[in-house]
């Protein structure tokens, strides 16, 4: 079953500087990825949606690229935040 990940970035720079430092994830896809989105909010915020194949695809994406993304970015606080919001996907059209 699909599962659905919405998370978010203090703001745009903090955004890019991870997605820099992750590679393009069009030609560099994780495992399990199915579609992502990113769009910067009216505060400046940054409100990302992610669809995965599975939990487990999730959980080696965020140990294997976004935690040492995290680190490498000055950001190791960001792994310590409450986790994001996280649903089973019932219907996924793409």
């Known amino acids: 079953m699909a599962f659905l990940m919405v998370s978010s970035a203090d703001t745009r720079a903090q955004y890019d500087e991870v997605a820099r430092l992750l590679g393009d994830l069009a030609t560099d896809r994780p495992a399990g990825l199915l579609a992502h989105v990113a769009a910067e909010?009216?505060?400046g915020t940054v409100r990302i949606v992610d669809l995965w194949r599975s939990r487990d695809?999730?959980?080696?994406f965020g140990r294997d690229r976004i935690l040492p993304a995290f680190v490498k970015a000055g950001l190791p606080d960001l792994a310590d935040r409450p986790q994001p919001e996280a649903h089973e996907a019932f219907e996924v059209v793409l």
């Open 41 to 43: 909010q009216p505060d």
């Open 57 to 60: 695809d999730v959980a080696a």
